[in-house]
């Protein structure tokens, strides 16, 4: 057991853990493409996986990732990543790492830089916070604790569920401005307090 709460193998094969969340990244890469939502590298994924997270690398074409755009985060502490790759992790891995501290029976994130920022069907955030900062991470991650869609103030809209598919289905439905979902199903319209 790790300081963070997390249990870690004393081995794991990366390359396999990698092979095996590629296909799933591929495939849905492919379909954010397909959804018109995927603006040069303008986005990012990631999958929980044992030890730790595999995240799309910083600058990735979520419509055109190689192997070797997916890398393996063993840990983020505030802003410090401990990461295996030979790309740096997206500079969102931490509040994705985050989001999963909140949400621990999440598997995947999915996050684009693009939506309809005149959604009002969305939870959205209330302050524009600069993306890839430890603030941001502490911020969005309040508002997962009522929602699995949120409206990141002027950066895109980000999902979460228990597979990487389902995330990305439900990015992709909470971006179409017509459709009245976004709330994780029982839940209401509230906003988070600031703590």
């Not at 730790?52 to 985060?73: A, H, N, Q, R, Y």
């Not at 999440?106 to 069907?121: E, F, R, Y």
């Not at 991470?137 to 604790?145: E, G, I, N, P």
Request: net charge negative; charged share 20%.
């Amino acid at each position: 057991m790790c300081d963070d709460g997390y249990k870690r193998p004393e081995m794991i094969s990366l390359g396999k853990i990698i092979q095996v969340g590629f296909a799933e990244f591929a495939k849905c890469g492919q379909r954010i493409e397909e959804s018109g939502l995927a603006v040069g590298s303008g986005g990012n994924m990631s999958i929980r996986a044992p030890g730790g997270i595999l995240v799309t690398s910083t600058g990735s074409k979520l419509s055109d990732l190689k192997i070797e755009d997916i890398i393996f985060v063993s840990s983020a502490d505030g802003e410090q990543l401990y990461y295996f790759g030979s790309k740096k992790p997206s500079s969102e891995t931490v509040m994705h790492w985050t989001i999963y501290q909140v949400r621990p029976e999440i598997q995947a994130v999915s996050h684009v830089n693009v939506g309809p920022k005149d959604n009002l069907n969305i939870l959205t955030s209330t302050k524009e916070i600069a993306y890839g900062t430890y603030e941001l991470a502490q911020d969005t991650s309040k508002y997962f604790k009522i929602s699995d869609t949120v409206m990141l103030k002027n950066h895109g809209v980000i999902a979460v569920g228990g597979s990487l598919t389902q995330a990305t289905d439900l990015l992709i439905e909470a971006t179409d401005k017509n459709k009245p979902y976004v709330f994780a199903p029982g839940q209401t319209f509230a906003t988070p307090s600031s703590t």
